[in-house]
């Protein structure tokens, strides 16, 4: 009897704290994905590198989804880009640890948990996933059943 209480106690802290950035479910983050890096894909398709299977695949391998402002990332989320500079040779690459914003057009970033060093990236023609954690895919599937 004290494990269930122990087990409901953990998914009661887990529903109070979702927020609005938890509220898709891990369908329309793939759809959301899907549409975003199609039109990518289209506007530069005519460089033989660039397929949109490959990108899919990675976002799905990955869980990622796009950030839409920065303001919505947490310290320590793990950030994924896109650079758009490099139309040429789509890729979407690992970029570091989320550490703050810095104003409108930067934010800082630890490459690795294990490097002191942190860099800043600028803004301008690049899309940004995070990686979802174990625990918003928690509260997404605890949304996805609520529903």
Known sequence: MD????QQSILFRALQN????????LEEIKMENEEILTRVVERFCYYENNKLAPLLKFCKDKDLTLVEDTSELK???????LDL???????????????????????????????KGC?????????????LSDKDKLKMKLYEILN
């Open 3 to 6: 494990q269930q209480k122990k």
């Open 18 to 25: 979702i927020k609005l950035r938890d509220m898709k479910t």
């Open 85 to 115: 500079h490099r139309f040429y040779n789509l890729k979407i690459q690992y970029i570091g640890f989320f550490i703050e914003n810095v104003d409108n057009k930067y934010f800082r970033l630890k490459i690795s948990p294990r490097k």
């Open 119 to 131: 860099i800043t990236k600028k803004l301008d023609n690049k899309l940004f996933f995070r990686s």
């Open 75 to 81: 310290q320590g989320d793990t950030l994924y880009m």
